[in-house]
């Protein structure tokens, strides 16, 4: 038997497997500080003052403040005013707020993001085989509800359900958050679910823990592809390689019966004529 035809879910990965950032997080912060008369901060400080409160934030409030009950506002206005300030930038009250307003609203919209081409097309095929589609991410309400319908990828056309790490207070690698998603799907058994994604811990791992199908995108042709095929992952470069493998997985098994079939005929035609 196929595993497409054993299938009753699929779960995909969003970012770096449905949408792709667009330019640089400097761009914005540059675009946000301007707008409120201010220079243009270093691009490659930013980059790191941002990766050094993100994680911190991450630590303390994880799940975007879920447990701590934040509103998703404060913890990215807290995120974003230590991002400046390990970048070496302390602006005052009124000239933070401007600035980080415009950075709040921009991630809060389709313009830093693209959706690659096949993601819409995959999706509506994984649904019009009759499969059930959830998307899992480790973000929060935004992604839901903006982001991803004004790329195109629309809940009900696209998706059925998403599992939000922000929402559920679950995050990837934490296995359990692919647990809610056999749930939400109507408590499909992990052997009839496949999980798509892009990274080895977060994706591939929890997944199969539980005991779910999982396989790998490598659209950016990273370095790590190779060992994850070494660890026996299946490792393809897009979606479009992905329904192909699916398809042809049942095409062969179709053949295959087909197959059987005439032999089958053959003999009891040869049993007759005996």
Known sequence: MSLLSKLRLITVDVTGTLIAYKGHLGDYYCMAAKSAGMPCPD????????????????????????AAK????????????NSFVKAGYDYDEETFEKIFRHIYSAFGSSAPY??????????????????TVGVV??????????????????????????????????????????????????????EEALHIGDSMRKDYTPARSIGMHA??????????????RQSGATVLPDLVATQEWLTKNQNEEQEETVAARVLN??????KMGA
């Open 114 to 131: 693209s959706a690659f081409p096949d993601a819409q097309p995959f999706m509506r095929w994984a649904r019009e085989k009759g499969l």
């Open 137 to 190: 991410s480790n973000a929060e309400y935004r992604y839901k509800d903006f982001i991803l319908p004004a790329l195109g990828l629309n809940q009900g056309s696209e998706w059925d359900f998403g599992v939000f790490s922000g929402m559920v207070g679950v995050e990837k690698p934490d296995p359990r958050i692919y647990k809610i998603a056999l749930e939400m799907a109507g408590n499909v058994a992990p």
């Open 43 to 66: 691009y490659n400080r930013m980059h790191e003052g941002f990766k050094l409160a993100y994680t911190e934030m991450a630590r303390q409030y994880p799940c975007f403040g879920f």
């Open 265 to 270: 005929r053959i003999s009891e035609k040869l």
């Open 70 to 81: 934040m509103p998703n506002i404060e913890w990215w206005r807290t995120c974003v005013k």
């Open 215 to 228: 396989l790998l995108l490598d659209r950016f042709k990273t370095a790590d592809a190779e060992s994850w």
